[in-house]
């Protein structure tokens, strides 16, 4: 069954994947795979979204905030947000003028360089996303506790691969 079929079949339509036809056996196990993993992305977008409105933050900035709490120090310098975020230097200057007006970044020169500076985590912005997503984050972690190491193992395996294979996808050529 194609998704044409599936789109004009009524009642079927209801019994078939979105992508993926009811074939018996492996391809339905995959196909439930990929639907159990849509079903995951769209519960963590929806995640995602009230933590950033409950913080009254874009993506970006949330994204921004979690890459400087990872780094040494909570410090970076703005050229590597930049990198991280593939936005352009003044998107990244804006977003930082947001972060540090509601005291969660601060600005600091660098000390080896007057001309640049770095850009700091400030420990209530810390503790903010340590409040606002450690409740999740527990709940994650104990989801993964709870595997066996085999289980762990293949998930790591296949979430990889599966990054790997989004990756490598080309946008479409246009038409036209």
Known sequence: MTDVDTETNGDRANAAGYWYDESPGQRDRARRVLESLRTYRAAESAMRRRTRDSMSMGENELLALRFLLRQPD??????ELVKYLGVT????????????????????????????IFVRATPHANEEVRETLGKMHELMYGVAVGLTPEAQEHVVAFLQKMADAVDGVEPAASAG
Not at 74 to 79: A, G, K
Not at 89 to 116: C, F, H, Y
């Open 74 to 79: 909570h410090t970076s310098r703005p050229s």
């Open 89 to 116: 230097s003044a998107s990244v200057t804006t977003m930082l003028d947001r972060l540090e007006k509601t005291g969660r970044i601060q600005r600091v020169a660098n000390p080896s360089d007057r001309r640049s």
